[in-house]
């Protein structure tokens, strides 16, 4: 995974939405998330690990917290091989507001991802080892395990987008 993948997002997790009417931003099955809080839940995600990293950037070098087996497995399962398991509940953090303005998640979205992408051009590759994030459920992430997260994470609820539109 590089950089021109997690640039793609924008395209990957709104591409399905262009043109589309509020309607189909806000209409999803009875217990699931609409669109509109699809995206919400991945703005707030990058916008909140990139705004962490930012304010970490100029802080001396970190040494990754140990992680439990349970963090390793997930690491192991989720970012380097890709599978994620279905139902899981978003940490608190990350929650959507109950309807979201479109235009609203989808600048905060494209900032978040801008913000990264910058961040990136900064500090990789110089910091790619010894500055930290955590993450809830995998413990402290670099700025390239980020990035591979949020490709996946975003690709993952992306096809939930198409899935909500297409019925």
Known sequence: M????????????LGPLAGRSQQDWHRAPPGKWTPAQIVHHLAISI???????????????MRRRPRTGRQRLG??????IGWIPSGRSAPEATLPA???????????LR???AR???????LLPARGHDLFVRHPVF???????????HVRHCAHHAKQ?????AS
Do not use: C
């Open 2 to 13: 590089n950089r021109a993948d997690f640039a793609a997002i924008p395209d990957v997790v």
């Open 47 to 61: 916008d909140g690990s990139g705004r962490l990293f930012q304010e970490r950037r100029a802080k001396p070098p």
């Open 75 to 80: 690491h192991l399962l989720y970012l380097d």
């Open 98 to 108: 109950e309807r979201p303005d479109a235009g609203a998640v989808e600048r905060q």
């Open 111 to 113: 900032d978040g991802v």
């Open 116 to 122: 990264f992408l910058a961040l990136a051009h900064e």
């Open 139 to 149: 413990g402290d992430l670099t700025l390239p395990e980020w990035l591979r997260f």
């Open 161 to 165: 987008i198409r899935d909500r539109l």
